[in-house]
């Protein structure tokens, strides 16, 4: 059994996620939402969205995922069709996840949704079983469950490669045990019921019933923007207190200023200064196999990422994330068993590598790679 002392974080060389602050308004009134906890309005300027996307276009490897919300209903704005899109055509390898609230799901929504080739997962955020919690949870009328559950359907029928998710933010404050059991029953088969922590900072009168011990792994992967292009590294900070600066120079010059990363996490998480001192510390670069082919593997970093010939490289399995049942979240990850080497003979394309076998077997396309050093 993994212990919290086993458990690292790594700032990554470049985030993992970016999450679009890309307006600040909602049809629902969520008890537990933390835009209640801020004042901050506004709407992203499509031109800072272009930008922004312009700036993602130019990474190597490309961004893992975009999520244009932040906390409020992307379908609010009238071009969110047209924002989606552009994402789609300028990052065409970057997945789009959304959450929602579920509301805005007509059946010309979910067409025009379905027609955006790299939307990877909806979160439907529905928080409670019976119509009653439901109403008084989140401000909206009881019909939205089974137009969800309709929506779901069609989802699957037009996209069934778009994940759909079913969540509620669980605590004893808002329902019982038995709504929590009874939600999981209903959603389950029809989309991926998650139970979601609440984070405590939704409540500005409470203080957490135990210290922090590990602060959320989201700080050293994730990058929020705000409407105005103020940057945070938390999706928890609806007011943008924990303060990286505007987007000036570009999303990378935010993300590669560990003075400011480790001011900011110091403050925030005194109680785990050691630990996170290790973590600031960057990951030279990581790929992954992108195919097998008789001996050779190729590898989708190559010479401009700085892969040299004759390099050995290890293959890795993806961390393993650690769930503790009494905190009831993720706690963190474990890093994943190293499977075997690799060699670097050869290039292809614009920045691939092609392998062979030095140890280890058992490697499969999407394996994590790393510099052996
Ligand atoms: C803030 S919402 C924004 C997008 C959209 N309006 C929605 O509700 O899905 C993103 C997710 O955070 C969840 N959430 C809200 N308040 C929370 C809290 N205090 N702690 C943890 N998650 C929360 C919501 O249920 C939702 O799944
Ligand atoms: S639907 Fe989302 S953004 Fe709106 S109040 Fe609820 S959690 Fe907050």
């Known amino acids: 059994m993994a212990k919290y002392t086993d458990i690292t974080y790594q700032t990554q060389p470049q985030p993992r996620q970016i999450r679009l602050d890309t307006t600040c308004s909602c049809n629902a009134h969520c008890l537990s939402c933390h835009r209640f906890l801020t004042k ?5 300027p499509i031109e800072l969205i272009k930008q922004i996307l312009d700036d993602v276009s130019k990474w190597h490897p490309p961004l893992r995922e975009v999520v244009p919300v932040n906390y409020v209903e992307l379908f609010l704005r009238e071009d969110w069709y047209s924002i989606l899109y552009m994402i789609a055509q300028k990052l065409p390898f970057t997945q789009i996840v959304i959450p929602t609230n579920g509301s805005f799901m007509t059946e010309e929504v979910i067409k025009l949704l379905c027609s955006i080739p790299t939307l990877k997962l909806i ?34 029928i037009l996209r069934p490669d778009i994940l759909l998710w079913a969540s509620m933010v669980f605590s004893p404050l808002y329902q019982t045990d038995l709504e929590r059991d009874m939600f999981i029953n209903y959603w389950y088969g029809v989309a991926l019921p998650q139970i979601l922590a609440p984070s405590s900072a939704g409540r500005p009168d409470m203080k957490p019933c135990y210290p922090v011990k590990l602060p959320c792994r989201s700080i050293f992967e994730d990058m929020v923007i705000g409407y105005d292009g103020k940057i945070s590294s938390c999706c928890f900070d609806a007011d943008f207190s924990l303060d990286l600066g505007y987007l000036e120079n570009g999303i990378m010059a935010s993300w ?19 630990k996170l001192v290790d973590s600031l510390k960057f990951i030279v670069w990581e790929g992954r196999i992108a195919a097998l082919q008789g001996e050779k593997i190729y590898l989708n970093v190559g010479q401009i990422s700085g892969v040299q010939m004759g390099d050995i490289l290890k293959v890795v399995e993806d961390a393993n994330e650690i769930y503790d049942t009494e905190l009831g979240y993720h706690v963190g990850k474990v890093a994943g068993r190293v499977k075997g080497t ?3 003979v050869g290039y292809f394309g614009q920045d691939g590598a092609i392998s062979v076998i030095h140890s280890g077997a058992g490697f499969k396309e999407n394996d994590r790679v790393e510099l052996y050093q």
């Open 342 to 344: 690799l060699e670097v």
């Open 40 to 44: 901050r309005k506004g709407e992203m």
């Open 256 to 274: 590669h200023n560990p003075e400011l990363t480790e001011l900011l996490i110091k403050d925030a998480f005194s109680d785990f200064n050691a």
């Open 123 to 156: 979160n439907f955020s529905i928080n409670a079983y019976f119509d009653e919690t439901y109403e008084k949870f989140m401000g909206l009328k009881a019909e939205n469950i089974p137009k969800i559950r309709k929506a779901v359907a069609y989802f699957k």
